[in-house]
């Protein structure tokens, strides 16, 4: 069974701009969520769809968002970049949208200048 | 993670064991998890223990469980060099993982 992907693996964009992060649960997962990365706040939630409704949101601010579609594939949009941006993304996926076996992707790199 | 606390190094001689502790916050996990992140990767699940439970053994990996203290701990036996990675420690609630620090596990030669 093919694991979580996530495309695309490294980004670069400039302080304002907007960009889109894609994610593809394990099949059968409906659950996906996602984490930031960062050298100094470590791991942090975002936030988790499930049957294609946001369920849970972590404490971030509004330029994040993210959706799912039928098929369980989620995507996550953060609008006007800032420094602070930069980070990876992180995608997990699990069977029925509690935390037990959550599977990650590789990540998104996304660095902003 | 300010739930979940870890020691931030470790250094281990190949063969030796492993141990890398972590202390955590929320009596009402239901699962602890250990994950490995290796340079540039993802999380990779290592393994998990049911909050009812004292132990897990797998292959060579052992968990244990002091949920009066709130600790848990990731023994791995016979280290090898490609042990070498960050270990995290993580709490569930409800919807999400909580997740420590990170220890990161030097293996010499």
């Known amino acids: 069974k093919a694991g979580v992907t996530q495309t695309p693996r490294y980004l670069i964009k400039t302080r304002g701009q907007q960009v889109t992060l894609s994610c593809s649960p394990i099949s059968g997962h409906r659950s996906v969520s996602w984490y930031q990365q960062t050298p100094g706040q470590g791991l942090q939630f975002l936030f988790e769809y499930f049957s294609e409704t946001q369920r849970n949101k972590g404490n971030f601010p509004g330029r994040f968002s993210g959706r799912q579609f039928s098929n369980s594939r989620s995507e996550m949009n953060v609008s006007t970049l800032e420094l602070g941006d930069s980070a990876l993304y992180l995608c997990?996926?699990?069977?029925?949208?509690?935390?037990?076996?959550?599977?990650f992707g590789p990540g998104t790199r996304l660095t902003v200048t | 993670g300010e739930d979940v606390e870890q020691s931030l190094f470790l250094s281990v001689r190949e063969g030796d064991s492993s141990v890398i502790n972590c202390t955590y916050t929320d009596s009402s996990s239901t699962y602890l998890y250990w994950y490995k992140q290796e340079p540039g990767a993802g999380l990779q699940l290592l393994t998990y223990i049911f909050s009812n439970m004292d132990m897990k053994q797998d292959q060579r990996l052992t968990v244990l469980l002091n949920k009066k203290d709130k600790h848990l701990s990731l023994r791995i036996a016979d280290t090898q060099t490609g042990d070498s990675a960050i270990y995290f420690c993580?709490?569930?609630?409800?919807?999400?993982?909580?997740f420590g620090a990170g220890t990161t596990v030097t293996v010499r030669a």
């Open positions: 993580a709490e569930s609630n409800d919807y999400k993982l909580s």
């Open positions: 997990a996926s699990s069977l029925m949208g509690s935390v037990y076996e959550q599977y």
